[in-house]
């Protein structure tokens, strides 16, 4: 096993025992503050500063894993998660929202930097002509982490009512501060640093392919966050009188699902060498929020559609997901990778921004049936914009 390798394994390592903390922490938060009263707009105003500072992250981020090496960035950002967990372990009465927006911005740009910089280790290990293979070794980065993300909204359903809010932050602050410590001595090498140091203004991407594929990502996780970042986990909690218990372990089978069909989604989508895959997948994505709403607007069991409609949204958002993981590795320059996978997570960082703000503000003021169209929508834009990506060949050539 090549030291590159090795030190891939750690950062993935790292990103998955983060990825349980993000995943634990979302829940939390939007359980815990639905309990005291909060309005589903006030409580996505909570995650407004995470996802802002997303977008900021992976811009600025993708440049600093260029000149300082992936390991650093990677090390910074299981840091500043664990500094976000203890703002949140403060007494009951200093969590006034704009204390929780600022912890939120913390772990957005801690979240970002180990998103980034394990999505940009993988470029650095395989040769350019073994497509199939980045393929492959992009889906099971993808699949697992949102396998873990997934178990990490049971951990936080689960923490919430075994410790209480303020037990499970010290808990999941006690754990990452181990992980991090260990990551200290085990990351040592300068990956994905780039050989030139790359100028400020070449944050901004010049590629077509690269701006196209991050403009339709931006749409695509705007689509999944309309309904499910807010509006679901409250709907499933007031409308289904389901317990947190049950809101944290539907959730989290639904991203561990969905997890599994990322890691398999090669074997669905067959050969990636060209774009057709990514225009219909995202096509046929786009008629299954338009059908939900429908089911629900003409009387239809509410339970029957969320659910089944929900495990149909899971399976082709995966498959849309993890084609547009691929891609934009495919697509990025060898040297200086992460400018470039930085730049495109800026765009789904956007998305989840827009996506987070319509949940609350739509869901409050007309309900779930409007998140659901709106969310067809913007899958339609992602399907749109799909059309005009290059094929890979003509990248290759």
Known sequence: MSAAIRQYLVITGNYWAFTLTDGALRMLVVLHFHQLG??????ALLFIFYEFFGVVTNLVGGYLGARWGLNRTMNIGLFLQIAALAMLAV???????????????LSGIAKDLNKMSAKSGIKLLVPDEQQGTLYKWVAILTGSKNTLKGVGFFLGGVLLMAAGFQGAVVIMAVALSVVWLASLFLLGQDLGKS????KFREILSKSRAINVLSAARMFLFGARDVWFVVALPVYLHTVFGWDFWKVGGFMATWIIGYGFIQTIAPRITGN???KQPAVLWAAALALIPAAIAIGLSAGWSPQIVIVGGLLLFGVLFAVNSSLHSYLIVSYARGDGVSLDVGFYYMSNAAGRLLGTILSGWVYQAWGLEACLWISSGLVAMAALLSVLLPERRSITA
Do not use: C, G, N
């Not at 909060?38 to 409580?43: A, D, N, V």
């Not at 007494?91 to 911005?105: E, F, I, K, N, S």
């Open 91 to 105: 007494p009951a009465a200093m969590l006034t929202v704009p204390w929780v927006m600022a912890a939120q911005a």
């Open 38 to 43: 909060y309005s589903p707009l006030e409580i």
């Open 272 to 274: 990636m060498e060209r």
């Open 195 to 198: 050989k030139a140091k790359p």
